[in-house]
C-alpha cells in the first residue's frame, strides 16, 4: 500500500507527529507551509474572516498514492488553516484519507466538528479520524494554567504514550482500503 502524509505544523509539535509515523510506515512526507512567515495573531485573523492562507509544498502527484493521511494542529476546533487551503484546491485528487492531530483537547465534540469538516471539504468522509490530546499529558495542577497546552512542545518520548492510539488510527486507515480492494478483485474475478 503507497502511502503518503501531508502535515502542516505551525509550533512543530504536529511535525514530531509526521516524523513518527513516517519512520513507522516508511512512507513519503510532504510538508505544508505558509507561503508569508505566519505570526500568532494571523491565526485569529484566519479565523475570523475564514480565510484560506497561501501556502507553499514540493509537486507530489496525489493519485499515485493508495493512502493519504493528513496532520495538523486544531485552531479554535477546526482544522489549521493552511492544510484547509491544501485539502480545498487539491479535493478532486483524494479519495481514501485519514487524519490524525496532536491538539489540545479537552473537548469530547470535537472529533465530530472535524470529521464533519473533513467530510464537507472532501466530499468524502475519512476512513479514521484521531485526536492526541497534550490535556491528557499535562499533570492535574497545569490541566487548567492557560498557555500549559499552546505552549506545550511535544516529544518522542511523550509520543510513547500514544503509541496505542497511533496502531488504532493506522490499522483502521488501512481497513478500509484493503476492504475495497478486496472487493475491486472480487468484481474482477466474475
Ligand atoms: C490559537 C490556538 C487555538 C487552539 N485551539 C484549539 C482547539 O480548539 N482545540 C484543540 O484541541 N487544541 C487547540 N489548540 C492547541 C493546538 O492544536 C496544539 O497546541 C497543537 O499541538 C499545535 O500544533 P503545532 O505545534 O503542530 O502547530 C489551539 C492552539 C492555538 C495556538
Not at 149 to 159: A, E, M, Q, S
Request: hydrophobic share 40%; net charge positive.
Amino acid at each position: 500500500m503507497k502511502t503518503l502524509i501531508v502535515y502542516y505544523s505551525f509550533t512543530h509539535n504536529n511535525e514530531v507527529l509526521a516524523q513518527e509515523l513516517q519512520k513507522q510506515l516508511e512512507c513519503d512526507l510532504l510538508k505544508i507551509e505558509d507561503l508569508k512567515k505566519r505570526k500568532g495573531f494571523s491565526i485569529f485573523l484566519d479565523l475570523l474572516f475564514n480565510r484560506k492562507p497561501a501556502i507553499k509544498f514540493d509537486p507530489v502527484t496525489l493519485t499515485d498514492y493508495d493512502r493519504v493521511i493528513f496532520i495538523a494542529p486544531i485552531w479554535a476546533g477546526k482544522i489549521a488553516m493552511p492544510l484547509k487551503t491544501f485539502l480545498t484546491n487539491e479535493r478532486a485528487k483524494i479519495t481514501h484519507y485519514s487524519f490524525i492531530t496532536l491538539c489540545g483537547g479537552g473537548n469530547k465534540n470535537q472529533h465530530n466538528k472535524i470529521t464533519q469538516e473533513l467530510t464537507f471539504i472532501l466530499h468524502a468522509s475519512p476512513d479514521a479520524v484521531t485526536e492526541l490530546w497534550i490535556h491528557d499529558l499535562l499533570k492535574e495542577n497545569q490541566k487548567n494554567s492557560p498557555g500549559s497546552v499552546t505552549n506545550y512542545k511535544i516529544t518522542n518520548g511523550d509520543l510513547l504514550m500514544f503509541q496505542h492510539s497511533i496502531h488504532k488510527f493506522i490499522s483502521q486507515s488501512e481497513t478500509s482500503i484493503i476492504h475495497a480492494s478486496s472487493e475491486k478483485s472480487v468484481s474482477w474475478n466474475h
